[in-house]
Structure formats: structure tokens, C-alpha cells
């Protein structure tokens, strides 16, 4: 089992930047790949970006590339997601989750856990 908590949202000016953290319970985080994934209010669920073993596996969804940068710290079981020029449709409640490491982790079928969001509100 693996409990995620995000923390870091909040209210933002269009161009200014933010930092998620979700920090996971267990001993087996490094052994899970990690995603992001956001919702906005009307919408489905979009994927934002995943990372498994460093920053050299990470995939980007094409709104958040050169944008944002996913990050890890097993030692701290963390993960992160750095969000620069933010822009107002960035506006979503903002979601990890943790599964197996493997092929399509665009995919939110692909993971098993899930964290309780936090909001990311980008004002024009």
C-alpha cells in the first residue's frame, strides 16, 4: 500500500511558478513510477507528466513541456512537479499517483494509488 499526499497549490499570477510536492508513505517508493495528472473543472482527467527512475525518463504532455520539470527524492519519498509560466488553463486540481514502472504511463490507468489533489488556481 502507498498513501500520497500533494501539497504546494494555491492561487498564482498568470507567469509566476509553483511547486507540487506528493510525498508517499512506504518503503517501496523508488521502486514506483510517478505521474501527475490534473482535472479542470467540465473536464476529463489530462495527463501532465511522469517520471520513473531520474529526470532522464521523464515524459511531458505537450502543454507542460518547457513549462514544467517533474522531479524525484527517494530519500525523502517525494515527488515534485515544478510549474513555470504558469498560464490560466493551467487552472485544475492537480493529482499524483504511483503504479509499476512500464510502458504508456500517460495512461492514468497505469497507476494503482492515487493522492487527494491539491488545487493550482492561475488568475489573468
Known amino acids: 500500500q502507498v498513501q500520497l499526499v500533494e501539497s504546494g497549490g494555491g492561487l498564482v499570477q498568470a507567469g509566476g511558478s509553483l511547486r507540487l510536492s506528493c510525498a508517499a508513505s512506504?518503503?517501496?517508493?523508488?521502486?514506483?513510477?510517478m505521474g501527475w495528472f490534473r482535472q479542470a473543472p467540465g473536464k476529463e482527467s489530462e495527463f501532465v507528466a511522469s517520471i520513473i527512475w531520474s529526470r532522464a525518463s521523464a515524459q511531458y504532455a505537450e502543454s507542460a513541456k518547457d513549462r514544467f520539470t517533474i522531479s524525484r527524492d527517494n530519500a525523502k519519498n517525494t515527488v515534485y512537479l515544478q510549474m513555470d509560466s504558469l498560464k490560466p488553463e493551467d487552472t485544475a486540481v492537480y493529482y499524483c499517483?504511483?503504479?509499476?514502472?512500464?510502458?504508456?504511463?500517460?495512461?492514468?490507468?497505469?497507476?494503482?494509488?492515487w493522492g487527494q489533489g491539491t488545487q493550482v488556481t492561475v488568475s489573468s
Open positions: 512506504g518503503r517501496t517508493f523508488s521502486t514506483y513510477a
Open positions: 499517483a504511483a503504479g509499476p514502472p512500464q510502458p504508456r504511463l500517460g495512461l492514468p490507468t497505469k497507476y494503482d494509488y
